[in-house]
């Protein structure tokens, strides 16, 4: 890294800051994935480096090469955009089968579908027929 | 207009896009304007419901707030990995009956939802309007209806609706 020589300190520092805490937070993710205990704690794990840790590092990258260069570069913004409209497609797509699953085999901790329905704190126009109605199909 | 080019904000972002990945100039502008139009023109074909964005002044108050509260679980799921939290965590599924309908409006909810660490975004009943979500470290169900529906969905459907 010959390029790396020509950044002024503030810029490196911050970069180096900033790749430690997006490495650290993804890092911090994949332990979590080993250490939790249920399908749908796991889940929570990888957001860590979905999150913040894909924005720290993509702002390391900006910082670092607007710093080199005369111009600003943002396009790390759409890494950080993509990642999040995509994920909750295969975090849905996980959690619906999971769900699925545990209430084919009537896993106890996993709620049934009448949670599903309305009741208590708003008012729903179907309540006044009665609250053993069937579960509304999807 | 809307014959010619249908999605005119869609064109934009991908003209925009297109420039920041390549160079800013004029044959690349004339590139990506092409691929822009097509694109646009192409997703008409798709028939997708149309969003309507009533007051979009209050979009960078969602997302510095939505920012924030990242901020803060990515260092509260971070502390629980580390095993700093001091009393028994129980996590649990909270169900909340939501008032938003407007598609664009709950895919944006998704979004928020799931790139926030310690919820997750199980299931969603497009009849009864609930949702169901999975809360790593679950004190209070009411405090997670309250944050939903107040800070995240009032203004969402202020947005949309």
């Known amino acids: 890294?010959?390029?790396?020589?020509?950044?002024?300190?503030?810029?490196?520092?911050?970069?180096?800051?900033?790749?430690?805490?997006?490495?650290?937070?993804?890092?911090?993710?994949?332990?979590?994935?080993?250490?939790?205990?249920?399908?749908?704690?796991?889940?929570?794990?990888?957001?860590?480096?979905?999150?913040?840790?894909?924005?720290?590092?993509?702002?390391?990258?900006?910082?670092?090469?607007?710093?080199?260069?005369?111009?600003?570069?943002?396009?790390?913004?759409?890494?950080?955009?993509?990642?999040?409209?995509?994920?909750?497609?295969?975090?849905?797509?996980?959690?619906?089968?999971?769900?699925?699953?545990?209430?084919?085999?009537e896993n106890p901790n996993v709620p049934s579908r009448a949670v599903m329905r309305r009741r208590g704190s708003a008012p729903a126009p179907e309540d006044g027929a009665g609250d053993a109605a069937g579960t509304p199909s999807s | 207009m809307s014959r010619v080019l249908p999605y005119p904000l869609l064109a934009l972002a991908l003209l925009v896009m297109w420039l920041s990945l390549t160079s800013f100039s004029p044959g690349q502008v004339l590139l990506g304007g092409g691929i822009a139009v097509a694109a646009a023109r192409a997703m008409a074909a798709l028939h997708p419901s149309k969003p309507r964005l009533r007051r979009w002044q209050l979009i960078p108050l969602l997302f510095g707030r939505v920012t924030l509260d990242i901020v803060r679980s990515n260092i509260a799921v971070s502390s629980i990995v580390l095993g700093l939290g001091r009393r028994e965590r129980k996590s649990g599924f909270v169900p909340i009956p939501l008032e938003l309908r407007d598609r664009t409006g709950l895919a944006i909810l998704a979004c928020i939802v799931t790139s926030t660490p310690g919820t997750a975004w199980i299931e969603y009943d497009p009849d009864s309007g609930v949702l169901l979500l999975h809360v790593l470290d679950l004190v209070e169900e009411k405090e997670w209806i309250?944050?939903?529906?107040?800070?995240?969905?009032?203004?969402?459907?202020?947005?949309?609706?």
Request: overall charge neutral; charged content about 15%; cysteine-free.
């Open chain 2, 146 to 161: 309250d944050t939903i529906k107040y800070r995240y969905e009032a203004l969402l459907l202020e947005i949309f609706e």
């Open chain 1, 1 to 105: 890294m010959s390029h790396a020589a020509e950044l002024p300190v503030w810029a490196a520092l911050l970069t180096s800051l900033l790749l430690l805490v997006g490495a650290g937070l993804t890092l911090l993710g994949a332990v979590g994935v080993l250490q939790f205990r249920s399908f749908f704690e796991r889940v929570h794990a990888p957001t860590l480096g979905t999150s913040w840790g894909t924005g720290a590092i993509a702002l390391a990258s900006i910082v670092f090469f607007s710093s080199l260069g005369t111009r600003l570069v943002v396009h790390e913004v759409l890494i950080g955009v993509f990642i999040t409209v995509t994920t909750p497609v295969t975090l849905m797509l996980l959690a619906r089968a999971a769900l699925h699953r545990e209430r084919a085999e």
